[in-house]
């Protein structure tokens, strides 16, 4: 089984907000998912996301493929976590 992590849409219509979710990468962007590791919010400036990076560190390690804009996330929070 092919693993993603991935952004995961939620919100209304034109106030979207996104979960980070470990999944099957054969489903749908909304559909099911083994694990959620953190949350995203695009209209919040600043800081605008959270994420548990020893799960997706796990995850990474088991063989799961982040998407580009879960890899940027991670990189950002690794970043202030050595801050």
Not at 32 to 60: C, H, M, S, T
């Amino acid at each position: 089984m092919a693993v993603a992590i991935r952004l995961r849409r939620e919100g209304a219509k034109n106030h979207p907000y996104y979960s980070i979710v470990v999944a099957d990468q054969r489903s749908p962007r909304d559909g099911k998912f083994i694990e959620i590791i953190g949350k995203y919010d695009p209209k919040v400036e600043g800081e605008n996301f959270n994420i548990q990076l020893d799960r997706a560190d796990y995850w990474v390690g088991c063989g799961a493929r982040p998407s580009q804009t879960v890899g940027s996330i991670i990189n950002k929070a690794r970043k202030k976590l050595a801050a």
